[in-house]
């Protein structure tokens, strides 16, 4: 999820705290890539919502979305032109070829991760969606390269938004990353995009969900006036987003949503 921490620097982790992180990351990561495999034609958003909320409870752990600022869902669900923060939906129902944006956050114990992942709802995307996905998973990429100590956050913007900007598409720039651990949204901001002031410095023990949200034509979006969470593209084109929490090291960043982490059943 998204969000907008407070202007402070960011947060410096102590270790029994990062040990913590460590373990709901796992958790989120174990849930959004249990929740991609379960994407269907067919089935609702809701069904979706209602299977999140099982795989949360199976790790041990709770939503970190539900209730937050009164968010109703266990996880956010955006299809197609919505870019984040959708609601599962009893009248939504997947189609085939749909883009499926699944953003997954986990309160375990006193840490919280939060992960999002873009999956097409049966079988191969169309080239344009594929497109649309690799070159957003690699502008994620690219951000948790340029996520080095000794470096500002700016950084982690300008490596996605270059990557995003060669291959012709847009960052979404209403809606940032940021801070992650002990709250769900922490400070540093972590924008995708190039900004002034560049943000603070990266130190160790810094914990940051690096989030590009992705659109294939403009990056202006709108918020839903009805649900007042919904966030869709202007124009209703589609987009992706995916989303890893990144631990600053001394060396290259420790991302902590892993795709391969044990299984909890
Ligand atoms: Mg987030």
Redesign the pocket.
């Known amino acids: 999820?998204?969000?907008r921490p407070p202007r402070r620097c960011g947060i410096v982790h102590t270790a029994a705290e990062i040990a913590a992180i460590r373990e709901a990351a796992r958790a989120t990561a174990w849930v959004r890539d249990g929740l991609c495999g379960m994407v269907q034609p067919g089935m609702t958003t809701l069904d979706l919502d209602r299977m999140a909320g099982e795989l949360i409870r199976q790790t041990g752990g709770r939503s970190a979305f539900l209730g937050y600022h009164g968010f109703p869902g266990q996880v956010c669900i955006s299809v197609n032109d919505e870019v984040v923060h959708g609601i599962g939906r009893a009248d939504r129902v997947l189609q085939p070829g749909d883009l499926v944006s699944l953003?997954v956050?986990v309160r375990l114990g006193i840490g919280v991760g939060?992960?999002?992942a873009t999956v097409c709802a049966g079988g191969a995307p169309g080239p344009l969606q594929e497109r649309l996905l690799l070159v957003t998973s690699e502008s994620l990429a690219a951000g948790i390269g340029a996520a080095r100590a000794g470096r500002d956050v700016c950084e982690i913007g300008c490596a996605v938004e270059r990557v995003v900007k060669a291959a012709g598409f847009r960052v979404v720039r209403d809606f940032v990353?940021?801070g992650?651990g002990t709250e769900?949204?922490e400070p540093p901001e972590v924008p995708n995009f190039a900004m002034k002031p560049r943000g603070p410095v990266l130190k160790p023990g810094m914990v940051l969900?690096i989030?590009p949200m992705v659109n294939i034509g403009t990056e202006r979006v709108t918020v839903d006036p009805g649900d007042r969470w919904t966030v869709r593209t202007a124009d209703g084109g589609l987009s992706a987003h995916f989303?890893h929490l990144v631990l600053i090291t001394e060396q290259e960043a420790e991302i902590l949503t892993c795709p391969k982490t044990p299984a909890f059943e």
Do not use: F, Q, R, V
């Open positions: 999820m998204t969000g953003d956050g939060d992960t999002a990353g940021h992650c769900l949204h969900a989030e989303e």
